[in-house]
Nanobody, 127 residues
C-alpha cells in the first residue's frame, strides 16, 4: 500500500473554488488508477472523480461534472482536484485513493477496488 496525504481543504463561500492535492511523501505518485471520494457524516464514501495513469480517462460523478477537474502535475508527484463553483452540498470530507486496477473508458472502479487511502481533508461550503 501507498501512504497518501491530502491537503487543500478549507471553508469557503458558495461559488468559490478550492484545489485539493494528493501526494505521497518523498516519492513520485505511481498508480494505475487514482480516485477522489467524499464522505458526508453518517454516510458511505462516494465517488467524485478518477484518472488513469496517462490522464486520458477521467470519469466524474454527475454531481460534479463540469465543475471539478482531476489532474496530475508534470513531475508526477501530485494529483489535484480542482473544485469550482462550490455548493453547500459539496461540504464533505474528501479522500484520495489509488488502485492497482485499470480504468476503462466510460466506467469508474467500485470503491472496494481502491486499496490505499489518505486521511482526508475537510471541505466546508457555506451558502
Amino acid at each position: 500500500q501507498v501512504q497518501l496525504v491530502e491537503s487543500g481543504g478549507g471553508s469557503v463561500q458558495a461559488g468559490d473554488s478550492l484545489r485539493l492535492s494528493c501526494t505521497t511523501p518523498g516519492r513520485t505518485l505511481d498508480f494505475n488508477t487514482m480516485g477522489w471520494f467524499r464522505q458526508y457524516p453518517g454516510k458511505e464514501r462516494e465517488f467524485v472523480a478518477a484518472m488513469n495513469w496517462r490522464g486520458d480517462i477521467t470519469p466524474y460523478a454527475d454531481s460534479v461534472q463540469g465543475r471539478f477537474k482531476i489532474s496530475r502535475n508534470s513531475a508526477k508527484t501530485t494529483v489535484y482536484l480542482q473544485m469550482n463553483d462550490l455548493k453547500p452540498t459539496d461540504t464533505a470530507l474528501y479522500y484520495c485513493a489509488t488502485s492497482t486496477l485499470f480504468l476503462r473508458r466510460g466506467e469508474h472502479l467500485p470503491i472496494r477496488h481502491y486499496d490505499s487511502w489518505g486521511q482526508g481533508t475537510q471541505v466546508t461550503v457555506s451558502a
